[in-house]
């Protein structure tokens, strides 16, 4: 009815603390390991900044690596989220644990692209009846899950940051026979040949924190230079 209060979608936005050496290390060969943790720091603090201007319900920031850095409790403070540990166990087990009682949007930090009406947008899918709703990003992932409840399925035993991601998603929609609807896809930021795309307008701060780098290639026979998983729901 006209003049209720829509139902609360929560947003849960797991992040890793931006310690050099251990976040991004794909992006090792453009920006070195400091680099790429300033970057990831802009990352998590933008990822907040949209998910509370979004306004959809409470918004909680599930933290690994230095779950009580400077960055999570100084965000904390500011937009009066709540701060908690990522659970143990592959991403999957995080995500799932990251799913509250009632409708919830699961995020992670690589996609600047994610605006908050991208979020309120999928926070209507769940409030008119929709089971799921996904974000898929170009890479055959996604960067958005919801869901109305915890669906265990959709999580465990996946093969996750392959190109697969996202069609083995929609198998288990359809197996479970959940309701999804599927939003525009979006691109996230996970190698150097992402950071082009921060030159487009509205990436400024972004682009600033890339600009004021130096390349930092790595060392022959560095193995952080092979690059590693990055946190891609």
């Not at 920006?31 to 979004?54: I, M, N, S, Y």
């Not at 403070?77 to 644990?97: I, K, S, V």
């Not at 996750?160 to 026979?177: D, F, I, K, M, N």
């Not at 939003?183 to 990436?203: E, K, T």
Request: charged fraction near 20%.
């Amino acid at each position: 009815m006209p003049g209720e209060t829509p139902e609360p979608v929560g947003v849960a936005i797991l992040a890793k603390a931006p310690l050099p050496g251990l976040v991004k290390t794909r992006l090792f060969p453009a920006l070195g390991p400091e680099g790429a943790a300033r970057l990831q720091a802009a990352l998590v603090a933008r990822t907040v900044e949209t998910a509370c201007r979004a306004g959809t319900g409470p918004v909680t920031l599930w933290t690994s690596l230095e779950p009580r850095h400077a960055l999570f409790t100084t965000l904390a403070a500011r937009f009066g989220l709540r701060l908690t540990r990522q659970d143990d166990g592959d991403l999957g087990a995080r995500m799932l644990a990251a799913i509250g009682v009632g409708p919830t949007l699961v995020i992670g930090n690589d996609c600047p692209a994610l605006t908050p009406e991208h979020l309120r947008e999928a926070a209507a899918a769940l409030r008119d009846g929709d089971d799921a709703v996904i974000i898929p990003a170009e890479d055959g992932g996604y960067v958005l899950i919801g869901l109305r409840e915890p669906q265990p399925a959709l999580f465990c035993a996946m093969r996750w940051s392959v190109p697969t991601v996202l069609a083995e998603t929609r198998r288990r929609l359809a197996r479970c026979g959940l309701k999804a609807r599927e939003l525009a896809r979006l691109w996230d930021v996970d190698v150097p040949d992402d950071l082009s795309r921060l030159s487009q307008p509205g990436f400024e701060d972004l682009l600033a924190v890339v600009n004021g780098m130096v390349p930092c290639a790595p060392k022959a026979g560095d193995p952080e230079g092979m690059g590693g998983g990055d946190l891609q729901p």
